[in-house]
């Protein structure tokens, strides 16, 4: 079992940064594919970032700006995200599954964090 914890979102200006963390317990969260989602109400969730060791994998949307990081030690991934714009504005939610393509796809994940809200003020 893995229990997945987001932090760092919050309100931020056109332009500016934010970076997301999300704390991972439970099993070796090494082992496992790992990423981001966005939602906003609605709309479906939508796929932003991924990695599994050293592949990575973007959105065209975020390809650029954001950039997704695991710190293996603390079993903490992050998500830098720089050049914020409204668009981006929505609740983030990391996730978690035993194979990477399961991931890319958002459906049938093995776990997902709560969520945390991203408001960008254009």
């Known amino acids: 079992q893995v229990q997945l914890v987001e932090s760092g979102g919050g309100l931020v200006q056109a332009g500016g940064s934010l970076e997301l963390s999300c704390a991972a317990s439970?099993?070796?969260?090494?082992?496992?594919?790992k990423g981001w989602f966005r939602q906003v109400p609605g709309k479906e969730r939508e796929f932003v970032a991924a990695?599994?060791?050293?592949?990575?994998l973007y959105a065209d949307s975020v390809r650029g700006r954001f950039t997704i990081s695991m710190d293996n030690a603390s079993n903490t991934m992050s998500l830098q995200m720089n050049g914020l714009k409204s668009e981006d504005t929505a609740v983030y939610y990391c996730?978690?599954?035993?194979?990477?393509?399961?991931?890319?796809?958002?459906?049938?994940?093995?776990?997902w964090g709560q969520g945390i809200q991203v408001t960008v003020s254009s």
């Open positions: 439970g099993r070796a969260f090494a082992d496992y594919a």
């Open positions: 996730a978690a599954d035993s194979s990477f393509n399961q991931l890319r796809t958002g459906t049938n994940i093995d776990y």
């Open positions: 990695i599994r060791w050293s592949t990575t």
